[in-house]
């Protein structure tokens, strides 16, 4: 999708009706963080949109960065941020740029439902990205709707959604192969995950830099 694009809907579209946009940390990230799996350390939010998992993630002890390539988006999150009295960096870059922008390294990375809107030519792009934000041995959580995922019609590996986006759906096999050149698979399934909308099949990986 288009910088454009993201940037239009959350300006013209409220924020309640922007299916990613969800205040509730989702379970699997929680999961990681109560379990003590991923423990306080310097992280960074990978399409962080308003920054609702940053500020949860900051809440937790995190030093947190979020990242979106929305102006619009991080204006909201700073403002969001500064009303809840939470700490925490925000800032505009392209993802699939060369990240000038972010000078820091990173202990924890997440992406929740972002790289469904990478289409496969410029997945690699990204993944090379993330891993250089990282520091070595940093873990990298991944989830992002699965082609089993009964959403959106339900078939296909491209869909349309209501908002206008098109999304691709993955398998775990392609996920492996991407992931495979630049991190360690720690885990790799597929999972239930909520939405505004009704629950979603994703595929979750969670990695280690090499």
Known sequence: METGDIDRIYRDVPLERIPWNCETPPAA?????????????????????????????AQKGFTVTGIDSSPRAIE???????????????????LLGDL???????DFAFDFEVLHHIFPDRRETY????????????????VCFAETDPQFGGVGKYRKTPVGTTLYFSTEEELRALF????????????????KYGTHQAVFALMERT
């Open 127 to 142: 993944v090379k990205n993330v891993h250089s934000l990282l520091h070595p041995q940093a873990l990298y959580l991944s």
């Open 100 to 106: 000038h922008e972010i000078p820091w390294r990173f």
């Open 180 to 195: 495979s050149r630049h991190f360690t698979i720690r885990d790799l399934m597929t999972i239930e995950v909520a939405g």
């Open 76 to 94: 909201i999150a700073r403002a969001n941020a500064e009303r809840m009295s939470v700490v925490c960096r925000f800032v505009v870059a392209d």
């Open 29 to 57: 990230l929680v999961t990681l963080v109560e379990s003590g799996r991923v423990r306080p350390c310097t992280a960074v939010d990978l399409g962080c949109g308003t920054g609702n998992y940053a500020r949860y993630l």
